[in-house]
């Protein structure tokens, strides 16, 4: 692998708070390697704005290898930035030559409301979890692992949903900032598993009310959600959710389970 | 003040049993008077909260991410140990127990890791319960593979994934318990102080990230689920904000810290490429079933690693380990890269790493599918195709990730691999009960010292950390919360609150108002430069009393010219951080101090001095088996210590030959 | 779950654009053969008999009305998830991409129908409002082929129909089988087969469509 330097231009969104307005600033960064990371660029971005007594550029961030979910940038109108399959803290360097102009943005939703800079508030997605994201098993109720087989395809799918790693792209790369993807990917998760049956018909209903609260767009079907999760969650789990919610009304037998969660969204 | 670890009296495979018949309960009435607080929603914090939640118990759990799912624990990749026996292949609670007290070279607590692993299997049930989805075979049943060079098969696993299923699966438990009103959760919350009330733990003084404001809570008990203290070597495989500063809180107000020097260096890790470097990332231990490991013969070879003739290489761990081979345990691995390289044998443009070769792997898969396939044609680039596609089946995903990384298709090139620090057997000293020194504050998970000894084993970490959590702590806490029914909730205008938040804000100020000119991160980077070079992989007296030193006048410099930028009162990344190396720059020194104090090597603790005349460690039992826990004064840390007796698994010298 | 709850959730409201827009597109295949009619070569005999037949029967006048609420339904509410789409996000992003495989009419859905919508209203002034007109006014006897002649030979018209109709083709290729993946038909097994038969129904009904203004234009038809 060729290492090389560049220099770039970065166009950063710059917002004090939630009620401030927001603006772009822009940075010349010089002799930045192919090697780094593109948070080691923006480290290297605030080094030298600490020095110069300006206020660092404010982004979340945590476990930089792709799995927590915490980073969170739209870079020049891309969702985690222009490699597939791919979170912001896995983006390296070499993506770019010398002499590129960057544009970095927070995620942009209703929902998902800037606390700073490029950093949002993405509680939305916990609350439609305790919506229902989750099989009601107290702990020491669990029967041998083993003894109730699971279909291995099934398994897997359920697995591929589950890996999902909330970060919220589904939602920044939306053209109508919808969540789906993200509840499809939770519904469809427990509602492959035989663990996950009893309460499939509450859950969907719960967890696609939480939704509507929080404020999110509708779909649209334009599978830019899929096409930006960095872990390539599929669209089917949409479309499962929505069989899912068809069928929970449909039942006769359905009770709604109130809907526990306290809070009412944005 | 004498430790107690207040192990049962009994038989070894008695005790748990027997605490359980006869620890006191607290009715359900009274469960819902009683508050808790737990920092962290790791597996550790998360699967307590929910489950003590779930038992009646007000909880407030703190975590200082965005979202309790987002806890470090996400990104363990191999797999949980159980002994569950599914695959007849001879595993038992009692193997289990002995592989991980010996695996631990005989310094962890034998009462504490039999219940782990009598518990393992619980877990499994648990975690399956909650729609976890685990690796299964064809039959629909789960499916084990064998980790870290052990003989039988208790690794279940969720493809390189396994740390984040079941933190989904504790993390959904949780938020169960936030919907029905259990718990509440405070993300974007950093712990600054516990406060202590009568010599008891009765509450904390929590910094809102987003606002800036200290708030006060109060709880009859306190967990500490914080995680280990790997980043006060600035890179290792932790989170950017996996910190110490809830645990090293603890520790100064009186809880002992229990084996600090006991830090594990993970041998396949993905090399530092340069100053810029902010972390590290971890290669699963999984690879070396099939890779080989090997650095040039020749000094200074400047070929590419394909260019290399077999007979230019040096495969060194099957040479100095035929038995093992590139399958010996973790520190074994990572000591003999660091000979390698400090003999300048390394690869690659810092000549810090060594190669993680899978071509003949290839080679031999390849073979194999071609007989699979009755080919008589076997040319040499069908062999190669075949085999890269069973290859891309076991490890497609790490692959890739290394791919991203480096930019190098490690399907054609070998990997280059260097040790990495990854998890920290030490912690806050605990009992059985996981009670820390401070009656009423309770430790889980990494950020206690209990169950690894001095070196953990592979996939043994998600056990401990959901052992503790699920079915240990609610029955511990429950001895010392039926005393606690008749305490009122104490008002946090109570004068210790008062005087914990006056102590927390005036460090804050003091941190602000510094207005040095060296930024947080370069002072973290200094700090883990001399950790790394002098408390590493290999230690001796004369580098860790320099360290203590360097690490005295760092921290001089730290408080006399950083520079912290933007305000107390607003979302401030660099305070938060200003403060978690602030502490990592006091338990640096407790960890020289530590790693001086043990005059022997044992796990991933490697004292130069203790060595066999062949370079392997040297465990010295007459005098170091005991837990060294130190006692935080204002003239300095105390030594205490808790003898380690062994009743069923007799120590022995680990031998890999 | 009531129907209330059903209707007016973020599902419920694409059920029912999906609902709508199935129906509408069976009734394009309707629409479309039966206008086919005008290329029976006899100089839009059979056609007009046809056309009186479907204005005076009261079972297809009845129909008529089950049509429109459709058509209100599908165009009312797609407008309000429009504005509540735009509304999800307060501050749009400086620059946008999207990869390749993104269809870019997809995102223009709501574009698309509202000149599909302006189309809608020129088509119905001109083909039926003098059809309703001779109905309930009296008005004079219309001849459906006569008038279409005279609206396709206009070029300014023939333009605009072109343009509907363009509008209609990408319309239709993204709303064919966004309406499966609204009612959860859409697996690894089913999708690629739903998705071409959309593209083919969706170039098919247009280009029908198109030949008929082109076909007078090009004076095939007289």
């Known amino acids: 692998m060729e290492h090389y330097t560049m220099n770039l231009t970065l166009k950063v969104w710059r917002q004090k708070n939630r009620q401030e307005k927001g603006h772009f600033e822009t940075y010349d960064m010089k002799d930045i390697l192919s090697e780094m990371s593109f948070l080691e660029m923006f480290d290297v971005l605030n080094e030298r704005l600490i020095l110069e007594n300006k206020e660092p550029v404010v982004f979340d961030q945590d476990c930089r290898e792709g799995i927590c979910g915490a980073c969170s940038m739209y870079i020049d109108g891309r969702a985690h930035g222009p490699w597939q399959k791919n979170t912001v803290c896995q983006l390296h360097m070499r993506a770019y030559k010398d002499g590129d102009t960057i544009v970095v943005e927070p995620w942009r939703s209703a929902a998902f409301p800037i606390i700073k800079d490029l950093m949002v508030d993405r509680k939305a997605f916990d609350r439609i979890i305790e919506a229902g994201g989750f099989i009601s098993v107290n702990t020491g109720n669990a029967v041998d692992a083993n003894s109730t087989p699971v279909d291995r395809a099934k398994s897997e799918e359920a697995f591929d949903s589950a890996t999902c790693i909330g970060c919220g792209a589904c939602v920044a790369a939306c053209p109508n900032s919808s969540a789906v993807l993200f509840v499809g990917a939770k519904i469809s998760q427990l509602a492959l598993l035989p663990q996950g049956d009893p309460e499939r018909k509450a859950r969907v209903i719960n967890m696609v009310d939480q939704m509507d609260k929080e404020g999110f767009g509708n779909c649209g079907n334009i599978y830019n959600c899929e096409a930006e999760c960095p872990k390539g969650i599929s669209v089917e789990n949409i479309a499962r959710m929505n069989r899912e919610y068809l069928g929970a009304f449909s039942s006769s037998e359905m009770q709604t389970r109130p809907n526990p969660a306290k809070h009412n969204g944005v | 003040m004498e430790l107690d670890a207040k192990i049962p009296v009994t038989e070894l495979d008695q005790k748990w049993a027997d605490y359980k018949n006869h620890v006191n309960l607290v009715s359900p009435a009274n469960k819902r008077k009683l508050e808790l607080i737990v920092i962290g929603s790791g597996l550790a914090g998360a699967s307590a909260a929910a489950t003590l939640g779930e038992l009646g118990y007000k909880v407030k759990v703190f975590c200082f991410q965005d979202s309790p799912r987002r806890a470090h624990s996400i990104a363990a990749q191999g797999g949980i140990n159980a002994a569950k026996n599914y695959q007849n292949d001879g595993d038992s609670v009692f193997r289990l127990f002995y592989e991980t007290v010996k695996g631990g070279d005989y310094r962890s607590r034998e009462a504490n890791v039999y219940r782990l692993a009598q518990v393992s299997g619980n877990i499994i049930d648990q975690c399956v319960a909650q729609g976890v989805p685990f690796a299964r075979e064809y039959g629909g049943l789960l499916s084990n593979r064998s980790f870290g060079g052990t003989q039988v098969q208790r690794t279940f696993y969720a493809a390189g994934q396994t740390g984040q299923q079941l933190l989904l699966g504790a993390y959904g438990a949780l938020e169960r318990q936030v919907s029905m009103g259990n718990v509440t959760m405070y993300e974007r919350h950093e712990m600054h102080d516990i406060v202590i009330i009568d010599g008891k733990a009765r509450g904390i003084i929590a910094r809102n990230l987003v606002t800036g404001k200290l708030e006060r809570y109060f709880g009859h008990a306190a967990l500490i689920c914080s995680g280990g203290y790997a980043n006060v070597f600035y890179l290792s495989t932790n989170a950017m904000g996996s910190n110490v500063t809830a645990a090293w809180k603890s520790h100064k107000k009186g809880a002992y810290f229990a084996n600090p020097c006991f830090t594990q260096i993970h041998p396949t890790c993905i090399p530092v490429t340069g100053d810029h470097q902010s972390k590290l990332t971890l290669m699963s231990e999984s690879l070396r079933n099939d890779g080989r490991i090997w650095v040039p013969k020749n000094k200074g070879d400047k070929r590419r690693g394909i260019d290399i003739p077999n007979e230019d290489r040096d495969y060194y761990l099957e040479r100095r380990y035929p038995a093992f081979g590139n399958l010996v345990p973790r520190d074994v691995a990572s000591r003999a890269a660091k000979e390698r390289c400090d003999g300048g044998y390394g690869v690659g443009t810092t000549k810090m790493a060594v190669y993680l070769d899978f071509a003949d792997a290839i080679k031999r898969y390849g073979k194999i599918e071609t007989g699979k396939l009755g080919m008589t044609d076997t040319k040499n680039e069908t062999i190669t195709e075949l085999g890269k596609e069973v290859i891309a089946e076991k490890y497609g995903n790490l692959f890739e990730m290394y791919e991203k990384i480096t930019g190098e298709n490690p399907y054609d090139v070998p990997m280059r691999i260097y040790p990495a620090v990854h998890y920290t057997m030490g912690g806050l000293w605990v009992d059985y009960e996981l009670m820390t020194t401070v009656p009423g504050l309770y430790s889980l998970g990494e950020a206690n010292f209990s169950d690894h000894g001095a070196n953990r084993l592979g996939a043994s970490a998600l056990m401990q950390g959901l052992g503790d959590g699920y079915f240990v702590i609610p029955y511990t806490l429950s001895r010392y919360m039926a005393d606690e029914i008749r305490t009122n909730a104490i008002s946090t205008s109570h004068p210790a609150f008062d005087e914990a938040e006056n102590g927390v804000k005036e460090r804050i100020e003091r941190l602000m108002n510094v207005r040095g000119n060296e930024s947080v991160e370069s002072f973290h980077k200094r700090l883990g430069k001399i950790m790394w070079d002098k408390c590493g992989m290999s230690r001796n007296e004369k580098g860790l009393s320099e360290a203590i030193n360097e690490i005295k006048a760092l921290r001089k410099e730290f408080w006399g010219n950083v520079k912290v930028s933007g305000e107390i009162l607003e979302m401030n990344p660099e305070l938060d951080k200003a403060g978690r190396v602030a502490d990592f720059l006091e338990l640096a020194e407790l960890i020289c101090i530590d790693a001086l104090n043990r005059k022997e090597s044992c796990g991933g603790h490697f004292r130069e001095e203790s060595q066999t005349s062949e370079g392997e460690a040297l465990r010295n039992d007459e005098q170091y088996s005991y837990v060294a826990a130190w006692e935080y004064t204002d003239s300095g840390e105390i030594l205490h210590k808790e003898e380690l007796t062994f009743e069923v698994a007799m120590p022995s010298q680990r031998n890999y030959k | ?222």
């Not at chain 3, 069976?26 to 009186?52: E, K, M, P, Q, R």
């Not at chain 3, 309703?132 to 006014?137: G, S, V, W």
């Not at chain 3, 087969?193 to 082109?214: D, E, K, N, Q, T």
């Open chain 3, 1 to 222: 779950m009531t129907w209330k709850q059903l209707l007016t959730s973020s599902l419920g409201k694409k059920y029912l654009m999906g609902a709508t827009g199935f129906f509408l597109i069976i009734y394009l295949i309707v629409h479309a053969s039966v206008n086919a009619l005008i290329f029976y070569d006899d100089n839009g005999a059979t056609f007009n008999v046809v056309a009186h037949f479907m204005l005076h029967n009261y079972f297809i006048r009845f129909l008529e009305i089950g049509l429109f609420a459709v058509f209100i339904l599908h165009i009312v509410q797609g407008l309000m998830l429009w504005k509540q789409n735009t509304s999800a996000r307060k501050i749009n992003y400086y620059r946008q991409n999207f990869p390749r495989e993104i269809k870019w009419y997809s995102r223009y859905m709501g574009w698309l129908g509202t000149f599909i919508l302006l189309f809608l209203v020129l088509h119905l002034y001109n083909f039926w409002a003098g059809t309703k007109h001779e109905l309930y006014f009296k008005g004079p006897s219309n001849d459906l082929y006569k008038e279409m002649k005279k609206v396709f030979t206009s070029p300014l018209l023939f333009t605009l129909y072109m343009l509907g109709l363009v509008s209609l083709l990408f319309h239709l290729l993204q709303g064919f089988q966004s309406a499966f993946q609204t009612f959860g038909i859409n697996n690894r097994r089913w999708i690629p087969i739903v998705r071409r038969i959309g593209i083919f129904y969706s170039i098919i009904i247009c280009i029908v469509f198109a030949l008929m203004p082109i076909a007078f234009m090009a004076g095939w038809l007289q």
